[in-house]
């Protein structure tokens, strides 16, 4: 696990903050999925941005788990099929400029490809925490950082070490000023 950590693309994962950065600074909204403990990550990234970055006088990030809505994500799924779950999720709420962030291990589930083309397709950023070949998804994806691991359990260690990476980095990012860039720190050779 150490090893796979230090592995990390530190300039990726920056790319995805930039990405982050500029939705809170544009009042934008993201929209986070994934299946299986991929959705459980998602879920808790949600609760950490919008709870563990907040501070009295300063605006929240603005974020939804597209995984928390059951009667929406057993809707999509019974009437239109489990592909269009986010999709569909993001139709009715998403706009112009918006950011979906796509967890994935393999890349490939067709949900998570439906959602992230919708984005592409709407004018969305699209993001993704992806396993270590990114798979379809990586060339659906804006930014993109991959878990460097061979199991699938160690990638979803390495994605919920990095959705707290990037909560610790939101918080300073709002903390210091909207204009700050506070460095992230996974260790490593800074790849």
């Not at 693309?9 to 999925?33: E, K």
Request: include cysteine.
């Amino acid at each position: 696990m150490s090893r796979s950590l230090q592995a990390v693309s530190v300039p990726d994962l920056l790319r995805v903050a930039a990405i982050l950065q500029d939705a809170y600074r544009s009042r934008s909204t993201l929209y986070v999925c994934g299946n299986g403990g991929s959705a459980a990550t998602a879920s808790h990234l949600a609760v950490d941005l919008s709870k563990n970055t907040r501070h009295p006088g300063v605006a929240p990030i603005r974020i939804v788990s597209l995984v928390d809505h059951m009667p929406a994500v057993t809707a999509w799924a019974n009437d239109v099929g489990y592909e269009a779950i986010f999709k569909g999720q993001l139709a009715g709420l998403a706009t112009e400029g918006d950011v979906v962030i796509a967890i994935s291990t393999s890349g490939n589930s067709a949900n998570i490809l439906h959602a992230l083309a919708f984005g592409r397709e709407h004018g969305m950023k699209t993001v993704g925490l992806l396993g270590s070949t990114g798979g379809r998804a990586r060339d659906l994806c804006d930014a993109w950082v991959a878990a460097p691991a061979e199991s699938v359990e160690e990638q979803e260690d390495l994605h919920m070490t990095m959705s707290h990476v990037l909560t610790r980095h939101m918080r300073d990012f709002i903390l210091a000023s909207r204009d700050a860039t506070p460095l992230l720190a996974l260790g490593g050779d800074g790849r």
